[in-house]
């Protein structure tokens, strides 16, 4: 090969390994700008038995999970039977995760609303006691905010004549309640049925918010 072969070939060489780097500058560039996966968002919820609040939120499309727990007290890793004692300050709740992109939080508070009874300052239903209160446990500012706005606007048009005493509070700590607790409605249809049942709860709700449209279990 001639001097003048070889400088040929290493620039040849030279301005291809350029164009290389470009291309994997550019490759690289649309990799780091790609949508990046939605992640799970979350809500607490309280009102009542936790068996009964699992259902409604599991048929809705867009909800990932619903776990079972108790949250709003002042006891670290509260049991069923601590909790149960009313002592803990611990309500019964649930927490959701979900997508934002296919449920919103709104239409969370919607489903929320339809399945408490919001007028009741003891309890809910046949369950009575600090521990089944019916609350909502805000997050951040925007579902502070959301919550708000819906019992404002429940408040205005509340097809019932008591007053609305649910309260919105900041989150603490949610603790998973125990596995059998979990998906109780799935694991024990015929005990809750008959639970569910017996407590009232199907009976108040249709009292309150008039023929059921779909969202009670």
């Not at 790609?34 to 936790?50: D, K, L, N, R």
């Not at 108790?70 to 149960?84: D, Q």
């Not at 995760?97 to 009874?117: A, H, M, T």
């Amino acid at each position: 090969m001639t001097t003048h072969e070889g400088g040929f070939i290493s620039r040849l060489s030279g301005r291809w390994a350029g164009v290389l780097g470009l291309a994997l500058m550019v490759a690289g560039a649309g990799a780091g700008h790609a949508a990046p996966a939605t992640s799970p968002a979350t809500a607490i919820f309280a009102g009542g038995c936790f068996w009964c609040m699992e259902p409604p939120f599991d048929g809705l499309d867009g909800v990932v999970s619903t776990t079972s727990g108790y949250t709003g007290g002042h006891v670290p890793n509260p049991g069923y039977e601590a909790v149960s004692s009313g002592r803990t300050g611990h309500a019964e709740a649930v927490r959701i995760e979900y997508d934002p992109e296919k449920v919103s939080y709104e239409q969370l508070l919607d489903v929320f609303w339809r399945n408490i009874d919001p007028t009741d300052p003891g309890g809910q239903f046949c369950d009575r006691g600090s521990q089944y209160r019916a609350q909502i446990f805000y997050q951040d500012e925007g579902q502070q905010a959301a919550a708000e706005r819906s019992r404002a606007a429940l408040v205005a048009n509340k097809p019932f004549a008591q007053s609305l005493i649910t309260e919105i509070v900041p989150a603490t700590k949610f603790y998973p309640a125990e596995e059998y607790h979990q998906d109780y409605y799935l694991k024990n249809p015929l005990r809750y049925k008959f639970y569910r049942h017996r407590c009232g709860r199907d009976e108040r709700l249709e009292a309150l918010w008039g023929v059921d449209d779909g969202e009670k279990k």
